[in-house]
């Protein structure tokens, strides 16, 4: 592929994601909002599958992807049928068909937001307990802004009425062996794709927060 093609290709695949996220934000707050969340699960399908094409590192990145899901599906089972890890919540109707309790696009979500947030670390310091600690507190972030809204997106909801904080420390649990194992694999970083996509789904989940919180 040369050069040009591939910087094409990244360009598109960047006005992509930010007009499905931008179309998501006006659509729910000025237009069928019903309508629009009932397409997160495209919305995250084709992140995933715009983030996995634009890697640098194809057979890595879809092996730490594999590895993501299946850890995050496992944690999120034990979460929503014990009460272990993120404490005591249940998953809504939003994201579609589940397994055991949990839905399958839960693990593709796991596997995307590590990807963007451990290639975000990669260019911030070469050093790998920075790396470690980096990609920890962006998922926080990211979660922290998610969790006051997952109800009214119909995501999930927790039994006590707001995420407990077991939640954000199985959050930082989980991260933390995800991003070991990202690294250790030395995967190559693309930072340009990945820091669009975080940008998008922090600026889709802080507007809608202010929509509903506010």
Avoid at 166 to 174: H, L, R, S
Avoid at 191 to 211: E, G, P, R, T
Wanted: hydrophobic share 55%; proline share 3%.
């Amino acid at each position: 592929m040369t050069k040009f093609s591939s910087f094409s290709f990244l360009s598109i695949s960047i006005i992509i994601v930010w007009i499905f996220h931008l179309s998501g934000i006006l659509g729910i707050f000025f237009g069928d909002s019903e309508w629009f969340i009932s397409a997160t699960p495209l919305n995250l399908i084709l992140s995933l599958v715009l983030l996995l094409l634009n890697s640098n590192d194809s057979n890595k990145i879809v092996m730490i992807a594999c590895v993501a899901f299946i850890i995050g599906m496992f944690a999120e089972i034990l979460g929503v049928n014990y009460g272990l890890i993120f404490g005591n919540y249940v998953y809504g109707q939003a994201l579609g068909p589940k397994m055991f309790n949990v839905p399958i696009l839960i693990g593709y979500n796991w596997a995307m937001v590590l990807i963007i947030t451990a290639s975000i670390a990669q260019k911030v310091s070469n050093k790998f307990g920075v790396r470690l600690f980096v990609g920890i507190i962006l998922m926080l972030f990211l979660d922290i802004l998610i969790e006051p809204v997952a109800p009214f997106l119909d995501f999930w909801t927790f039994k006590s009425g707001s995420a407990p904080v077991q939640n954000y420390i199985g959050w930082a649990i989980v991260s933390f062996l995800l991003h070991f194992l990202y690294h250790k694999f030395e995967i190559k970083r693309n930072n340009q794709f990945s820091s669009h996509l975080y940008l998008a789904q922090i600026s889709f989940f802080l507007l809608i927060l202010i929509k509903f919180k506010l």
